[in-house]
């Protein structure tokens, strides 16, 4: 990473204390039904942590933040929250970009013939996902969560998804984390792995990438 981390996201318990800074990728690993998912809704301040453990950003519990975040939940088909790619853009955008800017970023993350009329529920897989991370670039967020996000991907395109993110993250003010069951897929892209062994435990520091 190439400049001073804007923002810091930290799980702490009485023992463990995890740092995550912004241009970096956190993996979070583990078996299913280990609670992968659940730490990303954590961390996003939908649910809260167990008692004696604090999940903050800038030292500001996620539950209370006034920082953008967003997640990516891990789900077939996905539920768009517009009618059209431009509404799914502009979603939670306090300041509306021109039309060149919503043009651009979806050509950065591979829809340079796509639409801004069209309908995102005529996306297949691959072309949803990238509709949501040009949405998250759009948004430049604090933390941007990714549920399984290579799930039902060739290994060869979600490598390349992984390589992607991994570019644009290091240039952004973004913290991504990233759950998934294919922890392959990300070796080569991910900052930090924190392994989730269950639903109530601490993730805790594997092996740094």
Same mark, same amino acid.
Request: net charge negative.
């Given at each position: 990473?190439?400049h001073? !981390?804007?923002?810091t %996201?930290?799980?702490?318990?009485?023992?463990?204390?995890?740092h995550a800074?912004?241009?970096?990728?956190?993996?979070?690993?583990g078996?299913?039904? $280990?609670g992968?998912?659940?730490w990303l809704k954590r +961390?996003?301040?939908?649910?809260?942590? !167990?008692?004696?453990?604090?999940v903050?950003?800038d030292?500001? =519990? #996620?539950?209370?933040?006034?920082l953008?975040?967003?997640m990516?939940?891990?789900?077939?088909?996905?539920?768009?929250?517009?009618?059209?790619?431009?509404?799914?853009?502009l979603f939670?955008?306090? @300041?509306l !970009?021109?039309?060149?800017d919503? /043009? @651009?970023v979806?050509s950065?993350w591979g829809? $340079?013939?796509?639409?801004?009329?069209?309908?995102?529920?005529? %996306?297949?897989?691959? @072309?949803?996902?990238?509709?949501?991370?040009?949405s998250?670039? %759009?948004?430049n967020p =604090? +933390?941007?969560?990714?549920?399984n996000?290579?799930?039902?991907?060739? /290994?060869?395109d979600?490598?390349? %998804?992984? /390589?992607?993110?991994?570019?644009?993250?290091?240039? $952004?003010? #973004?913290i991504?984390?990233?759950?998934?069951?294919r922890?392959?897929?990300?070796?080569?892209s991910a900052?930090?792995?924190?392994?989730?062994?269950?639903?109530?435990?601490?993730p805790?520091?594997?092996?740094?990438?």
């Amino acid at each position: 990473m190439n400049h001073s !981390p804007t923002h810091t %996201l930290q799980l702490s318990d009485a023992k463990t204390s995890l740092h995550a800074y912004a241009g970096e990728i956190i993996l979070l690993t583990g078996h299913s039904g $280990s609670g992968k998912t659940l730490w990303l809704k954590r +961390i996003a301040g939908l649910i809260a942590p !167990p008692d004696g453990m604090t999940v903050t950003l800038d030292n500001t =519990a #996620t539950q209370k933040t006034p920082l953008p975040i967003r997640m990516v939940f891990d789900r077939w088909p996905p539920v768009w929250l517009g009618q059209t790619v431009a509404e799914e853009l502009l979603f939670g955008i306090g @300041q509306l !970009p021109e039309q060149q800017d919503l /043009e @651009q970023v979806l050509s950065e993350w591979g829809h $340079s013939k796509l639409a801004l009329i069209s309908n995102p529920g005529t %996306l297949n897989r691959i @072309q949803s996902l990238r509709l949501s991370l040009a949405s998250i670039s %759009l948004a430049n967020p =604090a +933390i941007a969560l990714l549920d399984n996000p290579t799930a039902a991907l060739s /290994e060869e395109d979600a490598a390349t %998804l992984a /390589e992607e993110i991994a570019r644009r993250t290091k240039a $952004s003010d #973004t913290i991504i984390v990233v759950a998934c069951n294919r922890w392959h897929d990300w070796r080569s892209s991910a900052s930090q792995i924190w392994h989730v062994s269950s639903p109530d435990a601490m993730p805790q520091a594997g092996i740094q990438v």
